[in-house]
């Protein structure tokens, strides 16, 4: 949590505490795996942002965007010219690699990604779950961030690794195809292409979450997480709303 640096308005700054203590459930994603981009064999990368939902007895599990974890199978990754990547002859996925505060890099599994929903949720193994996995507090739904409220939207920025907050105003429920009949581009050429254009994100404006904030949670002034990081789109961002994140999570927690 000290790592974090978070402008806010003079409003927003007792509702900041509340949000300081659940950044430590914040992790730096990683993964990469070997694959080929124009017939030429590489190491792929990709980085991202996770945020810590849930316990079991066996860790913490971690909510992130699924075109941060992707295992290439099917040409998903794209280079920044837009070639899309293939898996490497025998590659079995990526490997993934949290860095948690206080903890350091740890191995994560990857127990659902969702290209559909553009979700993942992860597990880093833990002994000790209830003393190391700091579960941030998710809003009862996205109704809870009104529109022309205030938001605070987390991650780690892709180029410094730095660990910031951006203010931003909630505006209304839209989806991708909404946003590019607008004319508008999404920022992001990693954005999975099987996610459903139909699917509602919460429009955040006046931050523009630069790459490596996906999957990161937006804050209301409560302290709760409305959302993650889907994309950037001009000068806003576009947020998962909290309903699918707690979607995702039941699918995994049934019997």
């Known amino acids: 949590a000290a790592q974090a640096t978070i402008p806010v308005p003079d409003e927003l700054s007792s509702p900041i505490g509340r949000i300081r203590p659940s950044l430590a459930g914040i992790g730096r994603i990683e993964s990469k795996q070997p694959a080929q981009v124009n017939n030429t064999l590489a190491e792929v990368s990709s980085n991202g942002t996770g945020f810590v939902i849930d316990k079991n007895s066996q860790g913490c599990l971690l909510f992130t965007k699924e075109h941060v974890v992707h295992d290439l199978r099917y040409g998903a990754m794209r280079d920044d010219a837009g070639t899309a990547a293939k898996p490497a002859p025998g590659s079995k996925g990526p490997e993934v690699i949290v860095n ?10 990857v127990l659902l990604a969702d290209e559909s929903t553009d979700a993942a949720i992860l597990q880093i ?3 000790d779950p209830e003393r190391e996995c700091k579960v941030v507090p998710l809003a009862r739904s996205s109704a809870d961030a009104r529109a022309n409220d205030l938001a605070v939207i987390v991650g780690f920025d892709g180029v410094t690794g730095d660990l910031n907050g951006l203010t931003g105003i909630v505006g209304g429920t ?5 946003v590019e009949q607008a004319g508008a581009r999404v920022a992001n050429p990693y954005v999975v292409p099987r996610f459903v254009n139909s699917q509602p994100l919460i429009a955040i404006y006046g931050a523009a979450a630069p790459r490596g904030y996906s999957g990161g949670p937006t804050f209301n ?6 959302g993650a990081s889907h994309a950037q789109v001009g000068t806003g961002t576009l947020v998962t709303p909290v309903e699918i994140i707690k979607a995702e999570l039941a699918r995994i927690k049934k019997p």
């Open 125 to 127: 193994d833990s002994t």
């Open 174 to 178: 839209t989806n991708i195809t909404v």
């Open 100 to 109: 948690l505060p206080d903890q350091g890099p740890r191995q994560a599994r």
């Open 221 to 226: 002034r409560d302290g709760e997480v409305i």
